[in-house]
């Protein structure tokens, strides 16, 4: 099946400092990666839509020069959290999805990254 | 009103009884619909995907979908101490590339 890789899967940064996280799709393409955002006990909040070869999309409230997203090649998002402060500290994950007919199919996660901002 | 929304729970049940857990969603036109289980620090994994009206089984695990309702479903039969988890349904809105996720439902599997 399906394997989205991210790492690291835990880091933590001194206040001001950039933290960049990866996020590969294993064995499969992915022209689109999502990056989400978790804050305890809450759901998955979509942080931005990555698109391989173009800019990235944002939504609303999620500022785009905070957060850096590259999606250089068909197989790797990278997602730079830049002068991190301790309310950026959360649960950052990634997902892809393999295209099929439609662009039903599921979507599959990285394990996560833990950010804890001091 | 929130695209998806779930039972946020706490939901109890004893081991070997069936756990059901609830999901609607705002958007007739959505296409595809997804259940999701996350463990406490760790990310989600898809259980069940369904994406027609009815019912749809694996092993111990049936989602059920109703589109006129705007209603989905998952049971988990034989529910065992490793169910114990939060269920997040997801749905494809027509339109969408991304996902919305519900807020979960945390399931608890008495021993």
């Known amino acids: 099946g399906a394997v989205v890789s991210q790492h690291p899967s835990w880091v933590i940064c001194k206040s001001g400092t950039s933290v960049k996280i990866e996020c590969r799709s294993l064995d499969f393409q992915a022209t689109t990666m999502f990056w989400y955002r978790q804050f305890p006990k809450q759901s998955l909040m979509l942080m931005a839509t990555s698109n391989e070869g173009s800019k990235a999309t944002y939504e609303q409230g999620v500022e785009k020069d905070k957060f850096l997203i590259n999606h250089a090649s068909l197989t790797l998002s990278t997602l730079t959290v830049t002068s991190a402060h301790p309310e950026d500290s959360s649960f950052y994950i990634c997902?892809?999805?393999?295209?099929?007919?439609?662009?039903?199919?599921?979507?599959?996660f990285g394990n996560g990254t833990r950010l804890t901002v001091t | 009103q929130k695209e998806v929304e779930q039972n946020s729970g706490p939901l109890s049940v004893p081991e070997g009884a069936i756990a059901s857990l609830n999901c609607t969603y705002s958007d007739r036109g959505s296409q595809s619909f997804f259940w999701y289980r996350q463990y406490s620090g760790k990310s989600p994994e898809l259980i069940m995907s369904i994406y027609s009206n009815g019912d749809k089984e694996d092993g111990r695990f049936t989602a059920q979908l109703n589109k006129a309702s705007q209603y989905v479903s998952l049971l988990i039969r034989d529910s065992q101490p490793s169910d114990s988890a939060t269920y997040l349904c997801?749905?494809?809105?027509?339109?969408?590339?991304?996902?919305?996720f519900g807020t979960g439902t945390r399931l608890t599997v008495i021993p």
């Open positions: 997902s892809a999805r393999r295209l099929r007919q439609g662009g039903n199919s599921p979507l599959h």
């Open positions: 997801a749905v494809k809105a027509s339109g969408a590339n991304n996902l919305f």
